[in-house]
């Protein structure tokens, strides 16, 4: 079993920046692919970044590429979404999910961590 838990969310400005963490715990011997979604009120949760499991390779939403970088430090257990130029449209909770089941885009995974609320004002 794998626990994951996010922290870094706040309220900032728009065209400001923020770092969200996501912390493996358990059964870290195995390094698991990781991705980042958020939610909206009223929205479906939507895919946001996707690191693979060394770091070798990454994907993002058309929404939030050049803007967000995902990383991750495996010595750490821990995978980050650096996110600048933040918008409202932004807002929302941010939850990081571990070891896809099939298309990592379709937020199928075995393992979620709580999520973080991250919003953003005009």
């Known amino acids: 079993q794998v626990q994951l838990e996010e922290s870094g969310g706040e309220l900032v400005q728009a065209g400001g920046s923020l770092r969200l963490s996501c912390v493996l715990s358990?059964?870290?011997?195995?390094?698991?692919?990781t991705a980042w979604f958020r939610q909206a009120p009223g929205n479906e949760r939507e895919f946001v970044a996707y690191i693979t499991r060394r770091g070798l390779g990454t994907d993002y939403a058309t929404s939030v590429k050049g803007r967000f970088t995902i990383s991750r430090d495996n010595a750490k257990n821990t995978v980050y979404l650096q996110m600048n130029d933040l918008q409202p449209d932004d807002t929302g909770v941010y939850y990081c999910a571990s070891e896809p089941r099939g298309n990592y885009l379709e937020g199928n995974y075995s393992y979620w961590g709580r999520g973080t609320q991250v919003t953003v004002s005009s």
């Open positions: 358990g059964r870290t011997s195995s390094v698991y692919a």
